[in-house]
């Protein structure tokens, strides 16, 4: 059974610390991604990257950074978290088939 | 990006049949899908339609696909309380790249 795990489902993080969330996949993936899920907006592609210490900005990569260092795992960095950073992450991959398969996501708080 | 649009609420009865509708603008989509999401949980894939096909049935899911005004529809016969989800629209273009719609909350009342 194809799995996309994320590090956390909760995470309370106070304004200006660094975060980081982790994905990892076991599908041997060559593209993963990073969303946030925002009521009303849907979801919107902060970064992905198509191999290994490769990576791409997507629509929103304003304040985040990418790692992927190994093929299985993509880390989604805040430099220096901001309370309008407070989101849902959902971390996906997939190959060159049709679908993105889709970890249960990161609730995000920054106060 | 390109727009993926969805109205954002759609409330009908359990046995009811339930339509929700998405507009997109990628000419050079090559695939579209319906994701699920249930609360507190990542999105899974329902089913997709190939860009130069116009229908496609699974069981109580039929998508209907109108490539010359971009209209994507999922049409859920017999819906159920275990229906009620977030449904997302997306389409993959020739680059790997996915848009989503915002989702659009259906409420299904017993």
Redesign the interface.
């Known amino acids: 059974d194809v799995k996309v795990t994320q590090s956390s489902r909760y995470l309370v993080k106070r304004t200006g610390e660094k975060v980081f969330l982790e994905c990892v996949q076991d599908m041997d993936h060559e593209n993963m991604f990073w969303y946030r899920q925002d009521p009303g907006l849907g979801l919107r592609l902060i970064y992905f990257s198509y191999d290994v210490k490769m990576k791409e900005k997507g629509d929103i990569p304003e304040g985040y950074s990418v790692s992927r260092e190994k093929k299985e795992r993509f880390s989604l960095i805040l430099e220096s978290a901001s309370t309008n950073q407070t989101s849902m992450y959902l971390c996906a991959s997939n190959s060159r088939g049709y679908e993105q398969y889709f970890g249960p996501g990161t609730r995000l708080t920054v106060t | ?1 390109e727009d ?1 649009e ?1 109205s ?1 609420f759609l409330s009908v009865r359990e046995g009811d049949s339930s339509v929700i509708n998405c507009t997109y603008t990628d000419s050079s989509s090559t ?1 579209l ?1 319906w ?1 699920k999401q249930e609360p ?6 329902l089913t ?1 339609i190939f860009s130069n096909m116009d229908m496609k049935q699974d069981q109580r899911l039929t998508v209907l696909l109108n490539k010359k005004d971009k209209h994507l529809s999922l049409r859920i016969a017999d819906t159920q309380t275990g229906d009620s989800a977030i449904y ?1 629209c ?1 389409e ?1 273009n020739n680059f ?3 848009y ?4 659009t909350k259906l409420n299904v009342k017993p």
């Open positions: 990006g993926v969805q954002l695939y899908y994701y507190g949980a990542g999105l899974q894939l997709y997302f997306a993959k790997n790249k996915f989503f719609g915002s989702g």
